[in-house]
């Protein structure tokens, strides 16, 4: 038998032999009894101390703040997002209280302005947005409403107004071509959306060839003006010009 075929058989006997004698020693005696882990995890993470009591216990003595929290903006938060861990607290009530967080520092954790978050969830800029006042001095915590509906659509969408103040369009107010804004779209603006256009003959009411000039919009100010018969063709407007941004 050749030597090489010979020494390759010992090197894949010791390693065989390495692995078995280290599966003794590093791998849990419960490995895989329940599956693809360490059986005793189980029994170890049972074994500490409960941190988080659940929104039902808090509910259970809280029912008025329970019943105000199912309505509100902020229904689909656990009271213990705000408040932290309530295991102790529900043991002994009148002894250990929660934290409830009374400075600006908590709230923008949520609702500074941060482009990636969906569109009409409620942003502010906590250097410009009532500075140095605390949030719950105007909005209730557990049903968070503005006490004043803003008036103005960069309240909430904030890029958009920043792209627009740039842009050919910032002259043109937001209900120009979103015409028909629900009032209930200021409060809950997922639940009612505002109108958008739907067809090429929206636009050309301001550029196509013989388009007067819209009131809102400077004498001074140029306005592109296309022939809209063959401009793009069968293609929507803004699915090559963002509204937006239209130079873009």
């Known amino acids: 038998m050749p030597q090489q075929v010979v020494r390759l058989g010992l090197l894949i006997a010791l390693a065989v032999a390495t692995l078995v004698g280290a599966r003794s020693f590093l791998v849990p005696e419960t490995f895989g009894e329940l599956g693809h882990y360490r059986a005793d995890a189980v029994k170890s993470v049972a074994a500490r101390p409960m941190k988080f009591a659940g929104r039902q216990a808090c509910a259970d003595c809280h029912d008025e703040v329970g019943n105000t929290l199912a309505t509100g903006n902020h229904r689909g938060l656990s009271c213990e997002v705000c408040h932290g861990p309530a295991a102790l607290h529900v043991e002994n009530p009148d002894t250990l209280k929660p934290p409830a967080p009374r400075d600006r520092e908590f709230c923008p954790r949520c609702h500074a302005y941060d ?3 969906p569109t009409g969830f409620p942003q502010v800029d906590p250097a410009t947005h009532q500075p140095l006042t605390p949030c719950i001095n105007c909005h209730k915590a557990h049903a968070p409403v503005p006490p004043r509906t803003p008036q103005e659509c960069s309240a909430c969408h904030g890029q958009i107004a920043r792209q627009k103040i740039l842009s050919r ?6 209900t120009t071509c979103h015409q028909g804004v629900p009032e ?3 409060v809950s603006p997922r639940a009612a ?4 256009p739907t067809d090429r003959a ?5 550029h196509a060839k013989d388009a007067p000039r819209p009131a809102a919009i400077p004498t001074a100010r140029e306005i592109p ?3 809209v018969a063959t401009h793009g063709g069968r293609y929507l407007c803004w699915q090559c010009h963002y509204p937006h941004y239209p130079e873009k």
């Open 202 to 206: 929206f636009c050309a009411r301001c």
């Open 184 to 186: 209930l779209h200021k």
């Open 225 to 227: 003006h296309v022939d």
């Open 193 to 196: 959306r505002p109108a958008k």
């Open 115 to 117: 482009p990636s978050r």
């Open 169 to 174: 369009h910032v002259d043109l107010p937001c």
